[in-house]
């Protein structure tokens, strides 16, 4: 019975969403205009008013069902089916990164342009060297 009391604590709710907002309790506070210890008490409410939760759900971005639906464990599947879905295709093939190209053929590519930049450097050098010698003489 515990469980299921927890499990419908709307203020946790909130809590948990907007701490995964990465927002804090004094932001959310400022975008509903009361007062951090006021977030603070409605976090800890077990029951929040339908009009307040409206409020509070526009200000953390979400609806007023995803607060009131929210649960830690359906936040970590959603993540763990998000990581999965990224590194495979459609036939469930690994695929760390999708690229068009071969990352060899650039690394190549960017060694023969620092090469290329290097021998102009190398020969502006020589060429004042060569410059400065005749100077001396």
Do not use: W
């Amino acid at each position: 019975m515990e469980t299921k009391t927890k499990n419908n604590h709307i203020g946790r709710k909130i809590s948990r969403i907007r701490e995964l907002r990465g927002m804090k309790q004094e932001t959310l506070a400022e975008e509903l205009g009361i007062s951090q210890q006021a977030v603070s008490n409605i976090e800890n409410s077990e029951k929040v008013d339908d009009v307040k939760l409206e409020e509070i759900a526009k200000a953390l971005g979400v609806t007023t069902e995803a607060i009131k639906n929210f649960s830690d464990d359906s936040v970590i599947n959603y993540f763990n089916n998000f990581y999965d879905n990224s590194f495979t295709n459609s036939q469930g093939t690994f695929h760390p990164n999708n690229c068009t190209f071969n990352p060899l053929d650039k690394l190549v590519e960017a060694y023969e342009e620092n090469k290329k930049l290097y021998e102009r450097l190398l020969q502006a050098e020589k060429e004042k060297v060569a410059y400065l010698e005749k100077l001396i003489k």
